[in-house]
Nanobody
């Protein structure tokens, strides 16, 4: 499966961005899709996950209440709406398809998008 992430950019603190992750090669009706991020010099960090079939969502504490993950079944696309952005949200954001195991561990995902840069200025 191929994942194509887009929507990153430069935004001021307090602003918003919406990331998109379009999938091709397979539908995700039986999968979970996650977003991760990685800042320079830091480990890849889990951000959010959506259970595709049920629409259940889970978030890291650092983004809860500010970020919203959603999906569009018809477009086979998952989104990450990011509001009230902070400078510490600056990172490369990756979408990934879950394989097995804990939703918050990057090793549980076997297909990754190429990443999109999000930069939040203070």
């Amino acid at each position: 499966v191929q994942l194509q992430a887009s929507g990153g950019g430069l935004v001021q603190a307090g602003g918003s961005l919406r990331l998109s992750c379009a999938a091709s090669g397979r539908t995700f009706s039986s999968y979970a899709m996650g977003w991760f991020r990685q800042a320079p010099g830091k480990e890849r960090e889990w951000v959010a996950v959506i259970i595709w079939s049920a629409g259940s969502t889970y978030y890291a504490d650092s983004v809860k209440g500010r970020f919203t993950i959603s999906r569009d079944n018809a477009k086979n696309t998952v989104y990450l709406q990011m509001n009230s952005l902070k400078p510490e949200d600056t990172a490369v954001y990756y979408c990934a398809a879950h394989s097995s195991g804990s939703y918050s561990f990057h090793n549980s995902y076997n297909d990754w998008g190429q990443g999109t840069q999000v930069t939040v200025s203070s």
